[in-house]
């Protein structure tokens, strides 16, 4: 598995649709200072599902949309695609390349597409966790990321390991389990209840 390729459209600084092609191994990307270098990296979490404003280095989610410059004018949408080859068939899913995409309109509204068809951000957050890969599994780490990571509590540590041992996905589970089953509680009580009342 390795990511084929991403492309950004709107996305931050990159207004027109901007295809990347990447080989596996490692990639490089150099340029000057404010060339937009790190805004790819961004795309890469925000596609994965980032939610947080601040983890894509903005203030608010609608950041990540193109907000204009001197010579062209703000777009209304951020859209990023990103495929990835899935040969050895790590990722869960039967297909040989997976793409996944996620559009954002101005309005707030979000979109998320694997292979085309429109899925949740949980479908997307599934396939990719079952493979140790996905933005909260410390596969993207960031300009002074490191240095958090030095400085963790032995617990916090604990859970960096657990996350990149796949823990986090059954936690993450064992959670809305936990969230069902107190609906279903209420709704017994509920049924309870009514019961009580028409005997
Ligand atoms: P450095 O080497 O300094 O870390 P970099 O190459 O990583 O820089 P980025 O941080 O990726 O650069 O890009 C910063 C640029 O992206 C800035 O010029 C900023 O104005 C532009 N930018 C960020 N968000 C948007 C947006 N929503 N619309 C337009 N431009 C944006």
Redesign the pocket.
């Known amino acids: 598995m390795y990511v084929k390729s991403l492309t950004l459209k709107g996305?931050?600084?990159f207004?027109s649709a901007t295809h990347m092609r990447l080989e596996p191994g490692i990639t490089c990307?150099v340029?000057?200072?404010?060339?937009?270098?790190?805004?790819?990296?961004?795309a890469l979490a925000w596609v994965m599902g980032e939610q947080g404003a601040k983890s894509l280095?903005?203030g608010k989610m609608e950041?990540?949309?193109?907000?204009?410059?001197a010579g062209r004018a703000?777009l209304g949408r951020?859209e990023v695609a990103l495929t990835i080859d899935n040969t050895d068939g790590a990722l869960p899913i039967d297909y040989t390349e997976v793409t996944i995409s996620r559009t954002m309109f101005r309005n707030g509204g979000s979109e998320y597409a694997i292979n085309g068809t429109p899925c949740r951000l949980l479908d997307v957050q599934e396939l990719l966790s079952d493979s140790g890969i996905g933005r909260e599994m410390h596969v993207i780490v960031g300009?002074g990321q490191l240095d958090t990571v030095l400085r963790a509590t032995p617990e916090e540590r604990r859970g960096f390991i657990e996350e990149a041992a796949g823990v986090l996905k059954h936690r993450k589970r064992k959670e809305r389990a936990l969230r069902k089953l107190e609906t279903m509680e209420a709704n017994l009580t509920r049924v309870q209840d009514l019961t009580g009342e028409i005997r």
Request: positive net charge; charged residues 15%.
């Open positions: 996305f931050k600084s207004a990307i340029g000057p200072n404010g060339s937009g270098k790190s805004n790819v990296v961004d280095r903005g950041d990540v949309i193109f907000a204009g410059t703000p951020a300009q």
